[in-house]
């Protein structure tokens, strides 16, 4: 069976600071992918990167970067000098074995001005 | 660009009644999906489809038909509505492939009475 756990439920922090969304999943597969999506307050989802199981590559794009270390089992995303434009409710998802899509329950960041 | 096209947007049914929440995409994907957003329950897997002709069920299909005549359409329907159905729903279409990306459509606000 394929889990993927976002154990923070809310983060609320204040402009400019650095905040990072946990991500810990669980696969008996060998090849999988990672994913972040973004659903901001209009409600629609947003993809935001992809990682396969077999590139432990650090990834960055501007504000935001991703630390995939397959150790720990763990997809973290950080998003740097947070703004208020990055509230958002945050998914990790897990892909392995079939087409099927299985995301965590999600974060949901709040950036306070 | 259309891309993944929901109707209706918002939808409130009485408990009995029967719907269909319609899905149409226009890249040619083969892979097509629905979800359930609930508060707390991040996104969970109702139906998929791989190809026209073929589907299978998700994580929580019980409540819920569907078919796949053409590649471009993928249909959601109620066949008896229930509260227990009041939800957001969004249908997602990629290519085959586990590094594909879902591509989501902007949901379906469904309230059941």
């Known amino acids: 069976a394929q889990k993927v756990t976002q154990a923070q439920t809310e983060i609320s922090v204040v402009e400019k600071e650095d905040v990072t969304l946990d991500c810990v999943y669980e696969?008996?597969?060998?090849?999988?992918?990672l994913f972040w999506y973004k659903q901001p307050p209009s409600g629609e989802l947003v993809f935001l990167i992809r990682r396969n199981s077999f590139d432990e590559q650090n990834e960055i794009s501007g504000r935001y970067s991703w630390n995939f270390q397959k150790s720990t089992s763990s997809f973290n995303f950080t998003i740097t000098a947070s703004q208020v434009v990055d509230s958002a409710v945050y998914f990790c998802a897990l892909k392995g074995g079939s087409e099927k899509l299985v995301f965590g329950k999600g974060t949901k960041l709040t950036v306070n001005p | 660009n259309a891309g993944v096209t929901q109707t209706p947007k918002f939808q409130v049914l009485k408990t009995g009644q029967s719907m269909t929440l319609q899905c149409a995409q226009d890249m040619n994907h083969e892979y097509m999906s629905w979800y359930r957003q609930d508060p707390g329950m991040g996104l969970r897997l109702i139906h998929y489809s791989v190809g026209a002709g073929i589907t299978d069920q998700g994580e929580v299909p019980n409540g819920y038909n569907v078919s796949r005549s053409t590649t471009e359409d993928f249909p959601l329907r109620l066949l008896s509505a229930a509260p227990s159905q009041t939800s957001v729903y969004f249908c997602?279409?990629?290519?085959?492939?586990?590094?594909?990306?879902?591509?989501f459509g902007d949901g379906t606000r469904l309230s059941i009475l």
């Open positions: 696969t008996r597969d060998t090849t999988y992918y």
């Open positions: 997602a279409s990629s290519r085959p492939g586990l590094g594909q990306p879902q591509h």
